[in-house]
């Protein structure tokens, strides 16, 4: 490995790091919508495989870090894993503390980033001689998968029922595709479908504008005050060890153990189903509150990187959530990326500890050291500058492209047609886990009824 490598390697890290520190401070970027297509982009762009990595650990470790900043600060989730949190943060902000919010919630990042890295490395080298067994029944586990998560959501039944429909529709596409020799027999759509489904919800949106009896019908607001109270400043390069206190330490700790070794469910149902637990016994509603914060930022920041890395390092194909969902496009972005061929056949070990490693450090450095600073002042300057629309309609432009990059102006309208049944089945409680599993386990899945 040369130095122009690593290089490339801290220079996409920093850029992923500022990238994603704004972007995880505006509210209401679910982490699918705005990872996935970005890390597409530089995947179909022929960036070396481990600088891609080197900055999708960077913008995770960043977004993480950041998307924590207005649940604490005006009660709006900067994405949907900081959701979980918003009860307890603004317990906090009730009491006068919403820097402390911010601060348990970034230490808590940190302690979950720093524990998750090395246990998800030792954890894929243990699961990988068994990669053979697990890739030649990929179809199965990932339909398997579909199934455990749709029995984990509140609407089970809902979600059970629309996984074979919604498999019917994503094969029946590609099926006409190839009929209509609108794409080659030996390619699959892949690509555009899954960021399809990633932009769902908003599609779905859109379409409902589009009827001016949805329009008078939805509820108008004038401008939102936002109050912002200003903190003292914090010396030196902040110590989150100091910050939180030692139960908090220990809570956090242990659930970003368990967020890792339970990599292959879904954060969000851990993140809440643990950050409860673990504080349920606790009286005080600050001091409940303050480890519930910590722990449940320490869980969701391992949960996204052992996700990601343990699937990728040990078996080459996306067997988590988070792998499905942003991290999809390092395990299958055709034609730079199949399931025959991607990272976790061109990275060697060492590859992916040094890329994760700069990646990490670098995020934390840069966006730890600026949350603990300059929070406030950034959460206001996202606040009145930055549309939380503008922000969306340029991830909707790069799936639009793809789109057509894949097969043409027939794919958009295939690709808008995936997006609304997919919006349409989130509303209904389908998360995006089941509706990723269920487009791996498609081909599979229909051609037992063909």
Known sequence: MDMVLITEMIGASVIGAILYTIIGIAPGTDETAVLAPVTLVLVLSGFEPIVILAFFISAIVAKKLTDSIPVAIAGIPGGVMSAPMVEHAMILKKHGMPELSIRKMASGSVIGTIIAVPMSLLLANLIAPLSGYITEYASQIFLGGAIFLALMTKNRWVALLSILPFAFLIQGLRIFYWEAEIVPADQTVFTSFFLGITIGPVILKLAELLSGKVRKNMPRYGMKDIALKRTPKTKGFPNPFKILTKKEIGTTSLSSVLGVLTFFMSPVGMTIFLGETLTSRIKDPVKKAARAISSM?????????????????????????????????????????????????????????????????????????????????????????????????????????????????????????????AGLLHRKGVNYGVQFMTLYAAPWLVSLFI
């Open 297 to 421: 930022d320490g869980l969701t920041n391992a949960a996204y990187i052992s996700g990601t890395l343990i699937p990728l390092i040990a078996i080459g194909l996306p067997l988590s959530p988070t792998a499905i969902g942003p991290g999809g496009a390092l395990f299958n972005a055709p034609p730079v990326f199949t399931e025959e061929n991607n990272l976790h056949h061109l990275l060697s070990m060492t590859d992916f500890i040094v890329a994760t490693v700069i990646g990490s450090v670098i995020a934390i450095a840069i966006t730890f050291y600026i949350t603990m600073k300059y929070a406030q002042e950034i959460c206001a300057f996202v606040f009145r500058f930055i549309p939380h629309e503008a922000m969306l309609g340029l991830f909707f432009g790069l799936v639009m492209m793809l789109a057509f990059m894949d097969a043409g102006i027939i794919n958009i309208a295939g690709v808008l047609i995936v997006a609304i049944v």
